[in-house]
């Protein structure tokens, strides 16, 4: 009984830290975790970046000297658009480089038990073959645009392998595809594709004018609902056990034009005015699919949110919260 008490007990103590806890994936598995059974014995601590400078190293430990976690889901990054990528190349990989370095030469001194970092499909080759899957990480340079950010990534990759070849470590890492959800980024120039339609499709609305999409509407993207990417992150941390990247992602026959997702946006704002392609702007990459063949072969139940389902549920958090949401 003694004993008992005592697994209980450690039971208990176990810490979460989320680094990057208040953006869209932290944010995510802030709301999964209040619905799941375990959290009553876990204590989830999710860090934004105003608690804690990860760029600082000793700042770094002081935060796991006093919260002594035992395992790290690590979100925090420096992140931004196509437009910041290409011009802050320097910054994107040294503070990369330095939050990363921070967090995993932390988490071997402080011995925590997992360590989950997430990772981008941008890190991927530019040249490729498709599908793109976790073999091909470093089979060929990134694309120029970010590459600062996508080797500053990929070195988490390496450096996942060294810390398990030398000390032993249990770090791993995610790739999803592009995600989207609530407490996103929205701006209209920096933000990703869909919290930026979002954001505009709300401003046309509003103003009674065009939506105007950026290129041809044509490219094919993959993309992943935040809830969807929360329960799966959980699903890595309890039940994926190899230190090589897994892709988390909805299959390849699920798929869309960046044309359809301005129609799904549109319908769901209730937006009923002309849509513009104005194709005198950059498409970029025509396409990134990505294998998720590895997840369905280790997790074959699992379940991804209708995308229509998912756009509302995200345009009408944005309408909620306007006032408040990051743009």
């Not at 290409?86 to 001194?109: A, H, P, S, T």
């Not at 993959?222 to 039940?239: E, G, K």
């Not at 498409?283 to 369905?296: E, I, Y």
Request: hydrophobic share 35%.
């Amino acid at each position: 009984k003694e004993k008992q008490k005592m697994s209980e007990f450690e039971e208990r103590r176990k810490v979460y830290l989320v680094t990057g806890g208040t953006g869209l994936v932290g944010k995510a598995i802030e709301e999964v975790v209040r619905t799941d059974p375990n959290e009553s014995i876990e204590e989830w601590v999710f860090l934004s970046s105003k608690d804690c400078d990860l760029r600082d190293r000793q700042a770094t430990r002081d935060l796991f000297a006093r919260l002594n976690p035992t395992h790290v889901i690590h979100l925090a990054a420096m992140v931004g658009g196509l437009f910041k990528n290409l011009k802050y190349k320097v910054e994107f990989f040294r503070e990369n480089i330095l939050i990363n370095d921070n967090v995993m030469e932390c988490c071997r001194e402080f011995q925590v038990e997992k360590l989950i970092s997430c990772l981008s499909t941008c890190i991927f080759p530019d040249k490729t073959t498709y599908p793109i899957d976790e073999t091909m990480v470093h089979n060929g340079p990134p694309h120029t645009s970010n590459e600062g950010y996508a080797y500053a990534k990929r070195m988490i990759d390496t450096m996942n392998r060294c810390y398990r070849d030398e000390y032993n470590c249990n770090f791993t890492s995610i790739i999803p595809t592009n995600i989207y959800g609530a407490h996103d980024n929205y701006s209209i120039e920096d933000g990703h594709v869909i919290p930026g339609l979002i954001h505009k499709c709300y401003n046309a609305k509003k103003n009674g004018t065009d939506l105007v999409i950026w290129g041809t509407g044509r490219p094919l993207r993959q993309f992943i609902y935040s809830l969807d990417l929360a329960r799966l992150t959980l699903w890595v941390l309890r039940n994926y056990h190899s230190v090589e990247p897994i892709i988390l992602s909805v299959g390849e026959e699920q798929e869309v034009s960046i044309e359809h997702v301005a129609r799904t946006v549109a319908s769901a704002m209730g937006f009923e005015g002309n849509i513009i392609f104005d194709t005198t702007k950059s498409d970029g990459q025509f396409k990134k699919t990505a294998s998720n063949r590895k997840l369905l072969e280790l997790h074959p139940n699992v379940q991804f949110t209708p995308f229509e389902q998912g756009i509302k549920e995200s345009v009408d958090w944005f309408v909620a919260n306007y006032e408040t949401a990051r743009k």
